[in-house]
Nanobody, 128 residues
Framework: EVQLVESGGGLVQAGGSLRLTCAAS????????IGWFRQVPGKQRQGLAC????????QYGDSVKGRFTISSDNDKNTMYLQMNSLKPEDTAVYFC?????????????????????WGNGATVTVSS
């Protein structure tokens, strides 16, 4: 059974930092494209950051570029999202995901490309 488990969410003041962790079991992150997404109730899920399985390249959504950093530790089968300079509009449920084919932050592509595996989500609340 494949499981992705997020941790590290919580309440933080604007301008602060949090680090989310996603631990995987049942798959090896080294073999998958992986990424972080978030969703606000009533809105479409938003792609934040991805790591390519082919070359380890990263991509970021415009709203988090320069503030968030995705990384992974394949020995620990874990990925991370370091979030700095947090803003109230970053408040959302954050999800990690993995896919055998590819990961994207492009909103249009996310509309028809579903990731193979998802975590259950971690809530991040940024107060003003």
């Amino acid at each position: 059974e494949v499981q992705l488990v997020e941790s590290g969410g919580g309440l933080v003041q604007a301008g602060g930092s949090l680090r989310l962790t996603c631990a995987a079991s049942g798959i090896s992150f080294a073999d998958y494209a992986i990424g972080w997404f978030r969703q606000v109730p009533g809105k479409q899920r938003q792609g934040l950051a991805c790591i390519s399985s082919s070359d380890g390249g990263t991509q970021y959504g415009d709203s988090v570029k320069g503030r968030f950093t995705i990384s992974s530790d394949n020995d620990k089968n874990t990925m991370y999202l370091q979030m700095n300079s947090l803003k109230p509009e970053d408040t959302a449920v954050y999800f990690c995901a993995a896919d055998k084919r590819f990961c994207t932050v492009d909103a249009e592509t996310l509309g028809y490309h579903g990731m193979d595996y998802w975590g259950n989500g971690a809530t991040v609340t940024v107060s003003s």
